[in-house]
């Protein structure tokens, strides 16, 4: 595959590596963006899982529970103006609402559905119908929904207005304000550290293989270990694979609000002191934008030709 500008761009974006060198990892991976990044991490050149996450759009992320029912719905905008309007925060909500209602296979099944505040319309007709009142181009990028169990617990939380939305179920044998407060210090948790799995034990097999083998490649390109043993090499890598799933794990990382405590430790002390056991099952966070390119503009630029006509 033809290695292209918009191709080393990408690249350059999510990983911050120089231009020349992205192109060669793009050259050596035949196009393929995902095995590019892989190469360069092998080589020590980027931190892909910190900056694949970047924010690059505007819009607004919303969490809605109705019941044992959560749902986590993303819509953007072009601008951060119209993320802050009534009307577009109006029909987010009304987004997230009917995805909650309702039942549908996937996002298009969703968007050919009945709009439930005028059935005359679909989903997509009412988005747009916003795009022309609006007077910018909206999408409902993804939606994903919870149905929890009869001992669930649903908690939400919007962080800046709906920049990161978080979905949250535990369960367990207690209910209550305190639980509640719990799983609302956890979503905030999970906003800001933004875990990729709730335990080990939900890490894939073919995941953690990968990551060793990212790993190995790292140390043997370090000129720092070319006359270590290969036991040593070993040790150094599980320490180092250990200490990554810790991070990515939400059990595992060091509670924000806490001292020295897991989250695991936090959750634990909370279900003690209320008489019961709690469980952290599964969560859904959504970051406005991320994985998105963001067009970038001078604003002032863009002020000075509107007024002159």
């Known amino acids: 595959m033809a290695v292209t500008a918009a191709m080393i761009k990408e690249l350059r974006e999510i990983t911050g590596v120089g231009m020349s060198t992205c192109k060669e990892a793009l050259v050596e991976a035949d196009g393929n963006i995902e095995k590019a990044i892989e190469i360069l991490r092998e080589k020590g050149l980027a931190t892909a899982a910190k900056k694949a996450g970047r924010v690059a759009a505007e819009g607004l992320s919303y969490a809605y529970i109705n019941g044992n029912t959560g749902v986590v719905v993303e819509v953007n905008s072009e601008t951060d ?12 909500e009304n987004v997230a609402k ?6 549908f296979a996937d996002l298009d099944a969703f968007m050919a559905s009945a709009w439930a505040l005028d059935s005359s319309k679909t989903v997509k007709d009412e988005l ?41 179920e535990m369960t367990g044998d207690i209910k209550g304000d305190a639980v509640v407060e719990a799983g609302k210090n956890v979503c905030m948790q999970i906003a800001a550290m933004n875990p990729r799995f709730v335990s080990q034990a939900d890490i894939s097999e073919e995941f953690k293989k990968k990551e060793i083998e990212i790993l190995t490649q790292q140390a043997k390109n370090d000129p720092k270990n070319a006359n270590k043993p290969d036991n040593v090499i070993e040790k ?4 180092r694979l250990s200490k990554e799933f810790k991070e990515m794990c939400l059990v595992d990382q060091e509670y924000v609000k806490g001292d020295k405590e897991s989250v695991k430790q936090y959750v634990d002390s909370v279900a003690k002191e209320q008489g019961g056991k709690l469980e952290l099952k599964r969560f859904i966070r959504f970051e406005t934008g991320e994985g998105i390119e963001k067009k970038e503009e001078n604003f002032a630029e ?4 509107a007024m002159k006509g």
């Open 128 to 168: 747009t119908e916003m795009i022309s009142v609006i007077g910018e181009n909206l999408n409902i990028r993804r939606v994903e929904k919870f149905e929890g169990a009869a001992d669930s617990v649903l908690v939400s939380y919007l962080h800046a207005g709906g920049k990161v939305a978080v979905l949250l």
């Open 81 to 92: 103006f119209v993320a802050k309007n009534e009307k577009f925060r109006t029909f987010v």
């Open 302 to 305: 863009e002020v000075s030709k």
């Open 98 to 103: 009917q995805a909650c209602d309702e039942s």
């Open 236 to 239: 150094m890598i599980q320490g």
